[in-house]
């Protein structure tokens, strides 16, 4: 069994900093793209960033220069650094990722959420 759990959301002001961090635990052969969403209150869920196996990295444009996205293969950890946040960034930030489960089985897992508001 596959358990993905995000941490690191909270309240920060504009123009300040805040590091997301998700974990991937449990029994599978390899890990392959980590990334992260987030969906706003009222709109749909949108993606953020991405980072393949071997560190390639592309961002929504409404992000690029602004976060980073990065991961610890060692811990089965991704990260979302967001630097000048806006409160635009508001939303729950959900991590996805994608998993060789076994050598026939191939899955996409969520983790729980975690709220990140930005105050102006």
């Known amino acids: 069994q596959v358990h993905v759990v995000e941490s690191g959301g909270g309240l920060v002001q504009a123009g300040g900093s805040l590091r997301l961090s998700c974990a991937a635990s449990g029994s599978f052969i390899s890990i392959n793209v980590m990334a992260w969403y987030r969906q706003a209150p009222g709109k749909q869920r949108e993606w953020v960033a991405g980072?393949?196996?071997?560190?390639?990295?592309n961002y929504a444009d409404s992000v690029k220069g602004r976060f980073t996205i990065f991961r610890d293969n060692a811990k089965k950890t991704v990260y979302l650094q967001m630097n000048s946040v806006k409160p635009e960034d508001t939303a729950v930030y959900y991590c996805?990722?994608?998993?060789?489960?076994?050598?026939?089985?191939?899955?996409?897992?969520w983790g729980q959420g975690t709220q990140v508001t930005v105050s102006s």
């Open positions: 996805s990722v994608d998993i060789h489960v076994t050598d026939w089985r191939r899955d996409n897992y």
């Open positions: 980072i393949t196996g071997g560190g390639s990295t």
